[in-house]
Nanobody, 117 residues
């Protein structure tokens, strides 16, 4: 069973930056999609950014121009560079992986990001 391990969350001031990492226990080169969702307690999990078919990046409107998703296939890792962070970016961030278009998502355990002064 594939496992995903996230890291890089923490407390940062508004305007600051963080980089999240998601290391997969399998070769990600041929995975259909990998990316990040986030969730605030009491709300639904929302898509933040994803890489589809290895090259097409999709972003939520709220993070466009501030967040960048990338992957390193040699390290089987996906990254989320988050710049110009805002208090409304505060959430638990979850990495996911899709082996195929219709496959169920595999989730990481989540990493907390808190943006506060």
């Amino acid at each position: 069973q594939v496992q995903l391990v996230e890291s890089g969350g923490g407390l940062v001031q508004p305007g600051g930056s963080l980089r999240l990492s998601c290391a997969a226990s399998t070769n990600i080169f041929r995975m259909y999609s990998m990316g990040w969702y986030r969730q605030v307690p009491g709300t639904e999990r929302e898509l933040v950014a994803s890489i589809v078919s290895g090259y097409s990046a999709v972003y939520a409107d709220s993070v466009k121009g501030r967040f960048t998703i990338s992957r390193d296939t040699a390290k089987n890792t996906v990254f989320l560079q988050m710049n110009s962070l805002k208090p409304e970016d505060t959430a638990t961030y979850y990495c996911y992986l899709l082996t195929g278009r219709n496959s169920p998502k595999t989730w990481g355990q989540g990493t907390q990001v808190t943006v506060s002064s």
